[in-house]
């Protein structure tokens, strides 16, 4: 019941900072608890950062804790990641990920969890 769209990655050099945001159709945004995930090559898809229905709450993953910010703009029907302090082992495709909760103050972090996915955007960190 939601398209998400995720905007252009981007080649950035280590330190550097990125935005990505991730706009969803629909009217009912707010529904959904959001999520981003990232895939390197040859690696299986991890979990990178979270947040709830409210915005409330919020949960990272280790390697991108302290540098990831993840939020959300329900008016406007958008998540955001803001990335600082780069790092090459950052690069990867990164997805926004949808998932209907009844619950406002949930969070999600398996992809397993996620119903619908945005359709991936590369960013890559140069050394």
């Known amino acids: 019941q939601v398209q998400l769209v995720e905007s252009a990655g981007g080649l950035v050099q280590a330190g550097g900072s990125l935005t990505f945001s991730c706009a969803a159709s629909?009217?009912?945004?707010?529904?959904?608890?959001m999520g981003w995930f990232r895939q390197a090559p040859g690696k299986e898809r991890e979990f990178v950062a979270a947040?709830?229905?409210?915005?409330?709450?919020?949960y990272y993953a280790d390697s991108v804790k302290g540098r990831f910010t993840i939020s959300r703009d329900n008016a406007k029907n958008t998540v955001f990641l803001q990335m600082n302090s780069l790092k090459p082992e950052d690069t990867a495709v990164y997805y926004c990920?949808?998932?209907?909760?009844?619950?406002?103050?949930?969070?999600?972090?398996?992809?397993?969890?996620?119903?619908?996915w945005g359709q991936g955007t590369q960013v890559t960190v140069s050394s």
């Open positions: 629909g009217r009912t945004f707010s529904r959904y608890a």
């Open positions: 947040i709830s229905r409210s915005g409330a709450n919020t």
């Open positions: 990920a949808a998932h209907l909760s009844y619950y406002s103050g949930s969070y999600y972090i398996g992809p397993n969890d996620y119903d619908y």
